[in-house]
Structure formats: structure tokens, C-alpha cells
Nanobody
Framework: QVQLVESGGGLVQAGGSLRLSCAAS????????MGWFRQPPGKEREFVAA????????SYGDSVKGRFTISRDNAKNTVYLQMNNLKPEDTAVYYC??????????????????WGQGTQVTVSS
């Protein structure tokens, strides 16, 4: 069992930045691929970004490319999501998740096994 705890969400003005963190329990963090997803109000959950176990490969959803950066620190069992140039449409609950699938980068929820509780990000216009 893996426990994930997200933090760093909050209220920010359009054009601002936030950095989300996701701390994972367990000794095998370095074997996990990690992803960030988000669920806007009244909409389905969507893929944001993913990173492989070593940090050497990343993938992003089209709507965040060039603005968001995913990274990880395996010594701290933590994955990050740096969000720049935020827009009102980025408003959502953001979730981190664990995948042991080779297809984690495709952004399908079906490839992810464990999920955090989420952190709210609100971008005002």
C-alpha cells in the first residue's frame, strides 16, 4: 500500500505560479512512475503530467505544455508540479498518483494504482 499526500495548492491570480508537492510513503518510491491529474469543477478528471521512476522521462497534457513542469526528488520520496503562467481554466483539484505500468506516460487513469486525496488550486481572473 502506498500513501500519497499532496500539498501546495491555494488561490492565485492569473499569470501567477504555484508549486505542488506530493509526498509518498514506502521504501520503493524509486521504482514508481508518478503522475499528476486534475479535476475541474463539474468535469471529468484529466491528465496533467507524468514522470518515470528515474526522472529521465516526462510527458504532459496538451493544455499545460510549456507552462507546467513535473520533477521528482527520490531522496525525499516527493514529486513536484511547478505551475507557471496559471490561467483560470487551471482551476481544479489536483491529484498525484502512482503507476507501475510501462504505459504511465499515456495519461490514462487506468495505468495508475494509488491516488492522493487531492489539493485545490484556484486561479482568479
Amino acid at each position: 500500500q502506498v500513501q500519497l499526500v499532496e500539498s501546495g495548492g491555494g488561490l492565485v491570480q492569473a499569470g501567477g505560479s504555484l508549486r505542488l508537492s506530493c509526498a509518498a510513503s514506502g521504501r520503493t518510491f524509486t521504482t514508481y512512475n508518478m503522475g499528476w491529474f486534475r479535476q475541474p469543477p463539474g468535469k471529468e478528471r484529466e491528465f496533467v503530467a507524468a514522470i518515470n521512476w528515474s526522472g529521465g522521462r516526462t510527458s504532459y497534457g496538451d493544455s499545460v505544455k510549456g507552462r507546467f513542469t513535473i520533477s521528482r526528488d527520490n531522496a525525499k520520496n516527493t514529486v513536484y508540479l511547478q505551475m507557471n503562467n496559471l490561467k483560470p481554466e487551471d482551476t481544479a483539484v489536483y491529484y498525484c498518483a502512482v503507476s507501475r505500468s510501462a504505459y504511465y506516460y499515456r495519461g490514462s487513469e487506468n495505468e495508475y494504482e494509488y491516488w492522493g486525496q487531492g489539493t485545490q488550486v484556484t486561479v482568479s481572473s
